[in-house]
């Protein structure tokens, strides 16, 4: 019988700062470890990015670093970072989030612009020994142009996993690929590059329950939100120098009971973030109402909110990006995460007054509004009615929606007239208005959230106050006249 060795890759992946799913995760591995280790094998214990997420009030309150202490009481030893990491935290909180790391983070299409070099708290790859066996790890990001606006250089992975690839070959005996660039980049990859063993992927949240071959590489992911643990089992053949056998499977986290230590811990941390996010930040005059399918305060208020900080003519954002009302009285930052979680930012683009009023007579269609949403770090259900600001506008409901009039602060549209709005982000890569995507010059305004954007203009009573005046007008059939030319 050949001489083996054998090692367990246990990898998770898009845990989103599912905080109540961490202790049975700890359990799961601290177990197999134990188990696997007891016989003589070898483990190694990844992840492979959007281990956070801000909407959990543990991870706003410590910009992630409440996140990498759970990894180290897991006992994760490598990972990458996802673009919940790389893109929603500022460039200073980035640097900050795994000082205290007893991990080794991977991520070699990421640098700092102002130096062109990687950032000091990730390395490009890395060489684990075990033995005589030498498993190399690289580890690479979904390169989102964001990165540019916020300080970093990000790179085109393939090339670079080429030649990393083409680098290491001959002085290890595994290659992994930590990839956050989602299931079909990970196909795409294992068909053109020779080389690559596994890859244990994440961002699209595909559930692969024995993995998926792609010639020689093998493509592992669990899915989402903890709801998993991948193991991969690899049987080295010492004598042959190759990999004698490889299997994925998939643990059902549900199944461990949780780590108690782990559990205290969150709980206390959970209690420090409460005691930081429930400071009072405004007082309220008014309840803000939250509503998916028509006009409210609260919707006008955002897209009033979009535009100051953008310095537009117009403002617009759909209404389903609120969650929760905010009621009259004390408001707190937490309570703005409740209501606002997205890690979504503000943006400006210059649209003509066609574009524009194209833009606005999708919005109002029936199938746009109730349109269900997902991706693009949007964290609520549909579309919603558009909330707009800067304009006042008359439409007819009957048969198919269609805009009678728009006024742009006051003056009648100009179809020819350029206009500068404010807008969200997710429009831009969502793609779902594409005259938004016609427009020039556009701005993405980094790093601050929508909620952070509530939370600079909530304190102005006057901007408030006129939120609760009406743009969308609705008139009968009647009464319409005739639709704008």
């Not at 799913?21 to 188990?35: D, E, G, H, N, V």
């Not at 214990?45 to 956070?52: E, K, L, Q, Y």
């Not at 670079?160 to 990839?179: C, G, P, T, Y």
């Not at 990999?243 to 009971?257: C, G, R």
Request: aromatic letters at 8%; proline letters at 4%.
């Amino acid at each position: 019988m050949a001489d083996t060795w054998t090692l367990h890759l246990l990898h998770t992946n898009d845990l989103h700062s599912h905080f109540e799913k961490m202790p049975q995760i700890a359990t799961c591995l601290k177990t197999s470890r134990q188990l696997w280790e007891a016989q003589q094998e070898h483990v190694l214990t990844v992840d492979i990015g959007d281990h956070m997420d801000r909407m959990d009030v543990r991870s706003e309150a410590s910009f992630g670093k409440a996140n990498v202490q759970v990894m180290n009481r897991c006992g994760y030893q490598y990972a990458t970072i996802g673009n919940n990491e790389g893109i929603t935290l500022p460039k200073e909180k980035l640097d900050e989030m795994y000082e205290q790391a007893d991990f080794t983070v991977i991520v070699g299409n990421l640098l700092d612009k102002a130096s062109s070099a990687p950032p000091q708290w990730a390395v490009p790859y890395a060489i684990h020994t075990l033995g005589e066996l030498r498993v190399a790890l690289l580890g690479m990001t979904i390169p989102f142009s964001t990165y540019q606006s916020l300080g970093w250089e990000i790179l085109d992975p393939l090339p670079l996993i080429r030649e990393q690839v083409a680098a290491l070959r001959s002085s290890a005996d595994i290659l992994i690929l930590l990839s956050h660039l989602g299931y079909q980049t990970d196909c795409r990859i294992a068909a053109e590059v020779e080389g690559l063993d596994v890859i244990l992927g994440g961002h699209t949240h595909h559930t692969l329950p024995h993995g998926e071959r792609v010639g020689n590489t093998l493509i592992a992911q669990t899915g989402r939100f903890g709801e998993h643990v991948g193991h991969i089992r690899l049987v080295w053949d010492r004598d042959g120098k190759q990999i004698a056998d490889v299997s994925a499977e998939l643990f059902d986290t549900a199944s461990y009971a949780p780590d108690e230590a782990l559990r205290v811990f969150l709980q206390k941390e959970k209690a420090a973030a409460d005691a930081s996010l429930f400071q009072p930040i405004a007082e309220l005059e008014q309840d803000l109402h939250v509503n998916w399918t028509e006009e409210t305060p609260f919707g006008s208020f955002l897209a009033a909110s979009i535009r100051r900080w953008t310095k537009a003519e117009v403002g617009i954002a759909n209404g389903g990006l609120l969650l929760s009302d905010l009621h009259q009285g004390r408001l707190t930052f937490a309570q703005l995460l409740e209501s606002v979680p997205h890690p979504i930012n503000a943006c400006a683009v210059t649209l003509t007054g066609e574009q524009l009023a194209s833009v606005l007579e999708q919005a109002i269609q029936p199938q746009i509004v109730h349109r269900e949403l997902r991706g693009c770090g949007f964290r609520g259900k549909i579309e919603g009615w558009m909330a707009v600001d800067g304009l006042r506008i008359r439409y007819e409901e009957s048969g198919q929606p269609h805009i009678l009039a728009i006024e742009v602060n006051g003056q009648p549209l100009i179809r020819e007239r350029e206009y500068r709005v404010g807008t969200v982000d997710m429009f831009i890569y969502n793609r779902l208005f594409p005259d938004l995507l016609q427009g020039r010059e556009i701005e993405f305004f980094h790093p601050e959230m929508l909620r952070e954007v509530i939370a600079s203009t909530i304190t102005d009573r006057t901007l408030v106050q006129s939120a609760f005046l009406p743009r969308w007008e609705k008139v009968s059939p009647e009464s319409s006249g005739h639709a704008i030319e």
